[in-house]
């Protein structure tokens, strides 16, 4: 039979008609015989149709229920084939959408009427299905009357087919499914249902506010609710029961696919909490009270759990596993709903993983489990609803924790029994292996997804068997997946980009992403910029995403959903950690996985801020990577977290062994190890340790700590050593050294297997580059994490300080690292800086070398890397940058030990090389490096410091800047003043020059920066900035000059007075001011330190010669007062005018006269001459100065008065000074040296004066004349001693210098008389003490006196005394032998008598006419007299007969006469050189004899004529005496002498003998002739008797002979007698 299908289009309702006439047409056919009735009624509805396809206007609802009468008569035939043919033709009805409600109804009643006969089932069901998907007219009873149908064909029968059952199960499944989307459809609005077309029902239980399709859908899913539950339907009259399972899968459609029905209907949610959930509740008993017969029998690889013994009844593996389903469904669903409820699924489905359930029971739990924690809202709901709750039960907490007992009892259940083979271990599969127990990784599911296997065995009627390992491979999964929601439940889709760029397979690519910012610099900068910082940061958007404090928003829905995060994490850290590090330690072939979970388990809690569960996961990844027995110590106090952690198990044989070491020395010697083993494990875990602290490092925070004593205790047992920048290297020796031990006896453990060399060295170097770019990756962190990260970097190098203070030896890990992270931090290093290299500095003072060594160069490589940086980088460079950079190196100078400075001073010099011109800022402190020199210093370090100082004095200067030379200048001066090495200290004292030039040639530019730029407050602010900077030069070069070696103090004064004299041009009048103030201080110290400097002989060695002149410390001290005076009086003589002109030069000029007094009187040659040349020089430039002028005149002859009196008063307290030292004997009785002042300081004083007195001579008063006199007296009074600084030969004596001074003053003296007196006395003081000079004293007082005679009547006896003195003196000194002085003798005393004759012939003409003015006179005149006639060397001389005249010229002949008695003496004087009455040493020449002859005969002859041939009137008084001349005495001696000769002795008489009687003939001779000539009256006759009783003496000696020599005087004198043979004739008596 062919059946035409319906057919679309505009006349489509034509064309069905036509198809239906047809099919009626062929029923009437096969009808008519058997079933008439069926053939009349299908013609009916053939003309029914036919009309209606004829009249437009009809309708085909009009004529349904017409046309389908034959059809259900048809169906009620009882004829399979006419039956098959009304239902296709009932089908095609349907299709078309022909059939009313009515007709609906009747379609309904006659399928339920074939289904109760059996008929044809298949056929109801599609034609049930049909009806109930392409129209709503099912409602109410005609729903529950098709819905039993379908129900009663599930159940397989006798007769039915179990295709037949499942397809009925199929068809209620649609059917439901459809009532459900119709009630949905009605709620939302989208269906409404004709109220016309449902039927009241007559046992309706449904509340009656609901819609006829919620009606339909309510009552169905509470009779399904029923059945289930084992009772009788109440709508679906005739189900008594279902299968539980069928019911169950029912519910499990409704909840799955129709949750919106049960949130918008509040019905429906009653019926699913009172009813859905107690049922699952109540078929949960069985479950739970069933337990194992065997609690640990869950051996992996076994089948279904063993049958109950219990009386608990055994559950039944369908109805568990769609209960369960239907548990899943409730819980991803119906959670919100159903808070209480899903509490108590949860923990039913926890209870399922306990160890004494069956063990598909675990793994259906499991897999319930599995589907939630792939949803991290889920997650997140559960932990709000109960684990946020005050008191509600911590479900998340209880789930995460059942996970990680349900991991361990496998293994505790495992271990229990015997444990699989090794040979069932293979390598190429993963698994997890542990006290013998093997569980392979059977299944594995991509991240998110969930595919379970056993709650999916729908068609099981049995419980089938686990396949082994299925469990712990779902548990591990739940583990991983809970860490995954939480993660994505924090961090939300950075989550997943995260995890794209960490994923280890791509290593490389990860990499060059991080680091593209170096890749691609020039390229894409900024957008390399931002996608590093989303990299490093992990997703974060804010700052403070890692800040472990929970901010206060004002955003409520924020503060919750962060709250929620926290909660998520608290949680979950414990058992997650937990079950984990279970599964790590167990690991074969996942654990890179597992760790990687482990480390998003860290990061997320990290930025949360949940510090414990952070670190507990670094914690466990610490263990990991740690050999067996070593974690616990090295972790310290986070290895024990709370749980039962599994003790370490023997070597794995599986885990290939990479190195064997010796493990890291600590302060618990008890807890080494001889050897530790590295395997292929602990090489993963190490990998994911790194990469974790690389990644999430701004997470770590406190937990820094371990995960780097974790690193250091790995690094040690690698042996990896620092290198240069910081990075752990591999050495070949360190290999060797592994594979050595490697064959050992710890080897024992795992006999065969070698650590190949090649192998070590390659995986030790990809984890030092793995190990670099976590300190490498810390210039991504934040500052506060950067912090965290140095704060454990420093504890940790603590700790191996502390080790190391035990002679250990130390970790240098920690200080490397460092380095590393500060290197990596260049671009933030105000952050990082001081933290880091404060730390440094602490190691750079530690006493173990190695420490030391790593910590100086930590910082000295830090130092020129930021340098570098900045060069690189030059618009970060800013003055507290440069400050901050070099403040380590220069904090290095308070180490004491060498090693550290030598570093120090190397890293100075290559900055200095490299970066001299971009110090900046730091240029002080560099110069406090170089400057930093101490006494324990060794001569290298001296050298190495000093070369530095060379090159920045010699190139750099210009580099340093105006701020930086006063510490220039400051290390060059303390250079100077180390005595390490001299020829450092004078090459020093040069580099001084060379600033000194520097800032001369430089003065410009300097005095432009510096009072542009802000410095340093200058030490006087009253000065140019320029000329501060030349005080600093000129102070520390006088703070040398009191060095207390000699060469530098030389070469200091060297250097100050030749840079102050070129260029003191350049000073300002007050920096004059300060100079004064400088060099004043200088000469005070250079004063004192020579007066406590010892005499004592200077120890240089046996290979060093020093001069007699420097071979004592004062005499060195002497060198440096000449030096230091002679450069201070070589200033003030070149700048004398311009100091005139400052306001205190009073002051500092009478200073400086100080100083030259003090100088000048130092028992010291050399200090003492050149004090004069000092006081010769600045007098010379003050008289220079005041005769140019150049200041007012007011204040320029007040300065002059205040100069040259203070110079006057200088030079007398000189002179009065100059003594000689009394000799005096030590006790060891040798003489101590004795000095005396030298010719040439003599001199020089002397030679001072005439200049001074030309400025002073208005003022110069007689007292001052006469102190002039004493000191010039004094001065020559000194016997001068030998010295080198006189020459060869000496020079002038000083009495001529001294004579020299007093003609200055002569001049003035004739202008003002008031000074003839103290210059006389002066003039004659200078002659008694001149010595050889004394006559030119002599004759200048009688130049004096004779230009003003009148004037100095009182002076006159002085001067006669004078050179009465100076006569009797060469008398005496005559008398002492000494050919000197008789060359000199005859021209002294001749010149002193002619001065006395000189005098005389002045003032005798004075002195008689004022004789009682010139009484003195008087009374002195004849013993002045008597010593020049009678006494050596003038007494007879020629000069004596000049006197001789004188006083008969101005005496005895003058008028007006002089006072008697002092004539008389004259007179007497005469008389007694007139009888030649001195007597005569034998030493007299022949010359001297004659001139004694001439000399008594003048006297003679004066006498004769004054008494006898001249008036005798004219004569003085003479009544006292009655012979003037004496005759009578005079013959008598005559005669005595006469008689004495006169004998008969052969022998001629001595010369002087024959002189005394030459002398006395020719006196006779004389005195005849003048009695001859004199008046008779004039001569008494007793003198002409005497005179003749001569006669016989002279006979008898010319008859004796010895007068041969006089014989011309004997004959003259007989001849005088001739006139006296015949008397005279008598006048008469009167």
């Keep these: 039979m062919a059946f035409v299908s319906a057919v679309t289009g505009d006349d489509s309702t034509k064309k069905f008609m036509d198809v239906l006439q047809n099919d009626f047409k062929t029923l009437s056919l096969e009808t008519k015989k058997k079933y008439p009735q069926i053939r009349e009624a299908c013609d009916e509805a053939i003309e029914k149709l036919s009309l209606a396809s004829n009249n437009p206007q009809a309708s085909l609802y009009g004529v349904v229920n017409q046309i389908l009468y034959p ?137 009656k506010d609901l819609k006829p399709c919620a009606v339909d859908a309510y009552l169905i899913l509470q009779d399904i609710i029923q059945l289930v539950n084992g009772d009788s339907a109440n709508w679906l009259a005739g189900i008594a029961e279902v299968p539980k399972t069928f019911g169950l899968e029912l519910l499990d459609t409704v909840l799955t696919d129709f949750s919106a029905v049960f949130f918008k209907i509040p019905e429906f949610r009653f019926l699913l909490k009172e009813h859905v959930c107690a049922l699952i509740i109540r078929l949960f008993s069985p479950n739970v009270k069933y337990r194992a017969a065997l609690p640990v029998a869950h051996i992996p690889g076994g089948g279904a759990a063993a049958a109950g013994g219990g009386a608990a009844e055994r559950p039944h593996f369908p109805v568990t596993m769609r209960l369960l389903r239907l548990v899943s469904v409730i819980l991803h669903r119906y959670h919100e709903l159903l808070v209480t409820e899903c509490e108590i699924f949860l923990s039913l489905t926890i209870k399922f993983l306990d160890p004494d359930k069956p063990l598909w029971q675990r793994a259906l739990a499991l897999e319930v489990l599995h589907k939630m924690t792939i949803q991290p809202e889920l997650l997140g709901a559960f932990c709000a609803c109960y684990d946020m709750r005050p008191h509600a039960t911590n479900i998340f907490q209880d789930i995460v924790t059942a996970l990680g ?35 392979p990784l059977c299944v594995t599911f991509e991240p998110g997804t969930a595919k379970s296997i056993y709650i999916e065995m729908l068609d099981r009627t049995e419980a089938p068997s686990i396949q082994e390992g299925y469990g712990i491979s779902v548990a591990y999964a739940c583990l991983v997946e809970i860490i995954r929601s939480i993660a994505i439940a924090v961090e939300g889709q950075d989550y997943f980009r ?79 950690v937990w079950g984990l590090s279970v599964l790590a330690e167990a690991s074969v072939g996942e654990l890179d996985n597992i760790l990687r979970a482990v480390q998003t388990l860290a990061r997320i809690s990290g930025k949360m801020g949940v510090s414990v569960a952070r670190d507990a996961c670094y914690g466990a990844l610490c263990r990991c990577a740690l050999p067996a027995a070593y974690c616990v110590p090295a972790v310290g106090a986070l290895a024990a977290l709370a749980g039962p952690w599994p003790a370490r198990a023997a070597p794995d044989p599986r885990h290939h062994v990479v190195w064997v070491g010796t493990p890291l020395p600590s302060a618990a010697p008890a807890q080494q190890q001889a050897f530790v083993m590295v395997t292929a494990r602990h090489v993963a875990a190490m990998r994911a340790l790194l990469a974790a602290a690389r990644r999430d490092g701004d997470t770590i925070h406190t937990a820094w700590l371990p995960v780097l004593t974790t690193l250091q205790h790995l690094v040690w047992i690698l042996g990896l050593k620092p290198s240069t920048g910081g990075c752990m290297k591999a050495s070949r020796a360190a290999a060797d050294a592994n594979a050595v031990m490697s064959t050992s006896a710890v080897m024992a453990d795992l006999p065969g297997q070698q650590v190949p060399v090649a192998e070590s060295l390659g995986v030790m170097s990809a984890l030092s580059a793995m190990l670099s770019r976590v300190f490498e990756a810390s210039k991504n962190l934040d500052d506060d994490a950067l912090h965290h990260l140095i704060d454990a970097l420093c504890k940790l190098s603590n700790e ?43 190691v750079c003072q530690h006493p173990h070398i190695r420490m030391r060594e790593w910590g100086v160069e930590a910082i000295t490589y830090l130092v020129q890397a930021a340098f570098q940086y900045h060069h690189n980088n030059p618009s970060q460079v800013t003055d507290a940058r440069q400050r901050l950079i070099l403040e380590p190196l220069a904090e290095l100078c308070g180490v004491r030990h060498a090693d550290v400075r030598a570093r120090q001073l190397e890293c100075a010099a290559r900055l200095l090389h490299s970066r001299g011109d971009q110090l900046g800022a730091a240029w002080p402190l560099m110069m406090e490096i170089v400057a930093a020199i101490s006494d324990h210093h060794s001569e290298q370090l001296v050298r190495s410091a000093f070369q530095c100082a060379q090159l920045v004095a010699g190139d750099l200067l210009g580099c340093a800047g105006p701020r930086c030379l006063r510490r220039v200048l400051a290390a060059a001066a303390a250079f100077a003043r180390q005595t390490k090495e ?61 060095e207390p070696r000699a060469p530098v103090r030389r070469a200091a004064s060297q250097t100050l007075f030749s840079c102050i004299g070129a260029h003191g041009s350049l000073l300002s009048k007050p920096a004059w001011r300060a100079l004064l103030n400088v060099l004043f201080p200088m000469l005070d110290q250079v004063q004192k330190q020579s007066n406590i400097a010892s005499s004592e002989k200077v120890d240089t060695g046996e290979h060093i010669l020093i001069h007699h002149t420097r071979n004592t410390a004062q005499k060195q001290w002497a060198e440096t007062q000449v030096l230091t005076l002679s450069g201070v009086s070589r200033v003030f003589h070149s700048r004398f005018q311009l100091l005139m002109t400052i306001g205190d030069f009073n002051r500092s000029w009478a200073a400086l006269l100080d100083y030259i007094t003090d100088f000048a009187l130092r028992r010291s040659h050399e200090v003492s001459v050149a004090a004069l040349k000092s006081f010769q020089e600045v007098v010379g430039a003050a008289g220079r100065a005041e005769g140019a002028g150049g200041a007012p005149p007011g204040a320029a002859g007040a300065v002059a008065r205040r100069v040259w009196a203070a110079a006057w008063a200088a ?232 006197l001789v005249g004188v006083v008969r010229e101005e005496v005895l002949r003058a008028t007006p006469a002089p006072p008697s008695l002092p004539a008389r003496r004259l007179l007497a004087l005469v008389r007694a050189g007139s009888m030649h009455a001195h007597p005569y040493t034998a030493a007299q020449n022949e010359q001297e004899l004659r001139e004694r002859e001439e000399f008594a005969r003048t006297c003679f002859e004066t006498l004769l004529q004054f008494s006898m041939l001249e008036d005798v009137d004219a004569a003085p008084d003479t009544d006292d005496e009655a012979d003037p001349l004496a005759i009578m005495p005079l013959l008598e001696r005559f005669q005595e002498v006469l008689s004495r000769y006169a004998t008969t002795a052969d022998d001629d008489l001595p010369r002087h003998q024959l002189s005394e009687i030459s002398f006395v003939l020719k006196a006779i001779t004389t005195l005849g002739e003048a009695m001859q000539r004199a008046p008779p009256t004039k001569i008494d006759p007793a003198a002409w008797h005497k005179l003749i009783d001569v006669y016989p003496s002279l006979v008898r000696l010319a008859a004796s002979g010895r007068a041969r020599g006089a014989s011309a005087a004997l004959q003259g004198a007989l001849m005088q007698f001739a006139a006296l043979l015949c008397a005279p004739a008598h006048p008469a008596p009167l």
């Design 800 to 842: 191996a300080m502390e080790l190391a203070y035990s002679n250990r030896e130390p970790s240098l890990f920690a200080v490397a690292k460092l380095l590393e992270t500060g290197l990596a931090n260049m671009h933030r290093i105000e952050i990082m800086w001081r933290p880091i290299t404060n730390h440094l500095l602490e």
């Design 982 to 1042: 001299l020829n450092i200290s004078l090459t020093a004292v040069g580099l001084m020059w060379n600033i000194s030039d520097y800032l001369y040639h430089n003065r410009d530019k300097l005095s432009a920066a510096l009072g542009s730029e802000a410095v340093a407050p200058d030490p006087q602010p009253d000065l140019p900035p320029l000329d501060n900077l030349w005080m600093c030069l000129y102070v520390r070069l006088s703070e040398l000059c009191t």
């Design 1211 to 1442: 030079w007398t307290c000189i002179a009065d000074h100059v003594t000689v030292d009394t000799p005096e004997v030590r006790e060891d009785g040798k003489p101590v040296e004795v000095y005396a002042p030298s010719l040439n300081f003599l001199t020089t004083l002397v030679q001072i004066f005439p200049l001074i007195f030309q400025h002073i001579r208005p003022t110069f008063t007689p007292a001052d004349v006469k102190k002039l006199g004493e000191c010039l007296a004094n001065i020559c009074s000194v016997e001068p001693s030998a010295s080198a600084l006189d020459g060869i030969g000496g020079g002038a004596p000083v009495s001529l210098h001294a004579l020299h001074c007093l003609d200055t003053i002569h001049k003035e003296a004739l202008a003002r008389h008031e000074l003839l007196p103290p210059m006389f006395s002066a003039l004659t003081g200078l002659a008694s003490v001149a010595g050889g000079a004394g006559a030119r004293c002599l004759a200048a007082a009688t130049a004096l006196y004779r230009a003003a005679p009148a004037h100095s009547a009182t002076v006159l006896p002085h001067l006669l005394q004078a050179l009465h003195t100076a006569v009797k003196k060469c008398g005496a000194e005559k008398r002492r032998p000494s050919l000197a002085r008789e060359r000199e003798q005859p021209e002294d005393t001749t010149h002193i008598a002619s001065l006395l004759l000189q005098v005389l012939a002045t003032g005798l003409p004075l002195a008689r006419e004022k004789p009682d003015e010139y009484s003195e006179f008087w009374n002195i005149l004849p013993d002045v007299l008597e010593t020049f006639m009678f006494e050596p060397p003038v007494g007879g001389s020629s000069e004596a007969r000049e």
């Design 405 to 439: 007992a349900y991991v361990q009892s496998l293994f505790v259940a495992g271990s229990a029994t015997a444990p699989a083979p090794a040979g069932n271990v293979t390598t190429q599969q993963s698994g997890f292996h542990w006290k013998g127990v093997w569980l």
């Design 71 to 207: 059809l259900v008569q048809g169906c009620e035939s009882k004829d399979v084939k006419i039956i098959k043919f009304c239902l296709g033709t009932i089908q095609r009805l349907i299709a078309q959408q022909g059939i009313d409600a009515k007709g609906a109804r009747h379609v309904v009643d006659c399928l339920y009427n074939l289904g109760q006969a059996g008929m044809l089932e298949l056929k109801l069901l599609q034609t049930a299905a049909l009806l109930m998907t392409t129209s709503h007219l099912v409602h109410g009873d005609t729903l529950a009357r098709t819905m039993v149908m379908c129900m009663r064909m599930v159940v397989c029968g006798e007769g039915r087919d179990v295709s037949t059952s499942h397809a009925a199960a199929a068809t209620v499944r649609q059917l439901v499914a459809l009532v459900f989307e119709r009630a949905l459809a009605e709620t939302e609005g989208t269906l409404k249902v004709n109220a016309a077309d449902v039927r009241i029902q007559t046992n309706l239980k449904a509340p």
């Design 498 to 576: 995260l995890q794209e760029l960490y994923d280890d397979n791509q290593a490389d690519t990860e990499e060059k992403e991080i680091n593209s910012n170096k890749l691609i610099e020039n390229q894409k900068d900024t957008e390399t910029k931002v996608d590093n910082d989303e990299i490093t940061k992990n997703g974060h958007e804010g700052s403070d995403q890692n800040s472990n404090v929970v901010e206060k928003t004002d955003n409520d829905a924020e503060d919750k959903d962060r709250q929620l995060k926290l909660q998520l994490i608290k949680s979950s850290w414990c058992g997650l």
